[in-house]
């Protein structure tokens, strides 16, 4: 436990417990960390297999990112797959990859650049998808684009 306050880089694999990354550290390898790792601007990498309420701060996934509820709270940024649960991106989240999220994901101004499959009462903010958006009922209650 808080191994990391500072801005220690980490090029290997770095399996770190609660509260390890709370000042702005840099994960190069992969990094299973536990809930509450990355309080701070941490920057993943590699894979980044995180558990519920991890990514409160303004943390980068470069990789796969298979999160749990309500874990991007912040303005993360998933460059590869995101496949959320419900309430997953409740701040201005970045999707490039695939996102199949569920019902109430994209509650904030959340950018979807592959396909988006949403369920009902998806997009209530000013969503962009600039890919395919087969999407149900009542999916464009805000302002969103369709490219």
Known sequence: PNCTNGTDVFMGRSPLGPNCTNG????MG????GPNCTNGSDV?????????NCTNGT???MGQSPLGPNCTNGTDVFMGQSPLSPNC?????????QS???PNCTNGTDVFMGQSPLGPNCTNGTDVFMGQSP???NCTNGTDVFM
């Open 59 to 61: 943390d980068v996934f």
């Open 135 to 137: 999407l149900g009922p």
């Open 30 to 33: 992969q990094s299973p960390l």
């Open 44 to 52: 993943f990498m590699g894979q980044s297999p995180l558990g519920p």
């Open 100 to 102: 199949p999220l569920g």
């Open 24 to 27: 702005s550290d840099v994960f």
């Open 89 to 97: 991106t409740n701040g201005t989240d970045v999707f490039m990859g």
